[in-house]
């Protein structure tokens, strides 16, 4: 069995819905799934000493994702082969219970850049997997100081062609850095790689920020800030620095969790003016200003399906927080949550099959999934307190905020089938995250 149908079989075991040839897609219920790593063996790369760095973000990579496992080169029994050549024999991978193998070069161009070549091996077929959909291995090329850009576009290559899903590697998360006691919390925007490399602070912490998120296409994101006098609304491009108001609403005491549509043309949020919260949605061009709920309800939370004719947001107009969806215009709403508990900050997925929520029963908060419809509702994973979801650009990773019970907040991943979960490595409390799409 190659690695991709090894492979595929593990995903389709797991819910995964997995394209490879000569293979229907199986669906079996993920709560009674196993999930069984594939041995993947990443030798350093050869050539350049960046070689044995790249090597290691693009075996992190892997693991983290919980679908792989790399050996631990210390058991490896053979040098790897040239980048260039066929392994001569892939017996000692077999005796090491590998079943794919990743073998790189690292070279420097005249003009000083890095050159990786990387080619990805089935051990047992003995036949090279091709990268990126060629047919061989994929050649990349970038400054020195992006090593670790390339790193995890190879780790992407390497994901895709293992498991039939887009990589989620090469993507940022932008997220509130809170930092100091409880009674005077300081709050600081942050952004980081997906895997917690090269945090830095968007703003000082002079004043509170919240509820970041990420444009759809491009790298832009929008975020609050909390004054005496109000909330605003800022729009900043991550390219540029330039940063610009979107709105300070007069005679509106709070906004809130401003999201953008599929087209980045416009953004909906939430605002509370007269004792009530309606949703409303702004056309980032004109500035002009549409509101789609009404009533003396708290309607929060807006989020666009992915073709931009839908949003999901939560509402307690039945006496409690539950999900409700309506059409982008503010018609057609209808109800899609029935279980117990509170349901809040639903988020559409960008491939529009799942809806992330938080569900409160007592004193647990969980993070689940639904049916746009409300169908084939599921819990991931339960703690003393659980939210703001957000999707990895690939809809198989949720990314949420976990709060501990002295007060402290976390970063943690969860996949959609519930059964692997990681603490990011982000080592400082923070909260409100949201993931960029794709870098490359």
Partial sequence: MTPRLFLAAVLAALGFLVAAPALADITVDVNQAAVQPLPIAIPPFAGL????????????????????????????????????????????????????????????????????????WDVYAGQELGLSGGATGIRLTAQPDSWRTIAHQIADAIYEKLTGQTGYFDTRVVFVA?????????????????????????????????SPRFSRRRQEITYMVLRSTGTTIYLKSLETGREEVLGRFPGMSMTMAPRFSPDDSKVAFAASKGGSVNIYVMDLASHALHRLTYGLTIDTSPSFSPDGGQIVF???????????????????????????????????????????????????????????????????????????PTWAPNSRVIMFERKLADGASRLWTVDVTGHIERQEPYPASGSDPAWSPLLH
């Fill in 314 to 388: 939560n509402s307690d107009r039945g006496g409690s927080p539950e999900l409700y969806v309506m059409n982008a215009d503010g018609s057609g709403v209808h109800r899609i949550s029935f279980g117990a508990g509170r349901y809040t900050a639903p988020v559409w997925s960008p491939d529009g099959k799942l809806i992330a929520f938080v569900k409160q029963e007592g004193e647990q908060f969980s993070i689940g999934v639904m049916a746009p419809d409300g169908s084939g509702e599921r819990i991931l994973t339960t703690s003393y307190f659980a939210d703001e």
């Fill in 49 to 120: 000493p960046a070689g044995a760095d790249i090597a290691g973000v693009v075996s992190s990579d892997l693991d983290r994702s919980g679908l792989f496992h790399p050996i631990d080169p210390a058991t490896f029994r053979a040098q790897p082969p040239d980048v260039g050549q066929q392994p001569a024999s892939f017996d000692p991978w077999k005796a090491i219970g590998a079943q794919a193998l990743v073998v790189g070069r690292v070279s420097s161009a005249p003009d000083g850049r890095l050159v990786v070549e990387v080619r990805l």
């Fill in 178 to 210: 809170e930092s100091g006691p409880k009674t005077k919390r300081v709050t600081r925007l942050a952004i980081m790689d997906q895997d917690g490399a090269n945090p830095s602070y968007l703003t000082d912490g002079s004043e509170h920020v919240y």
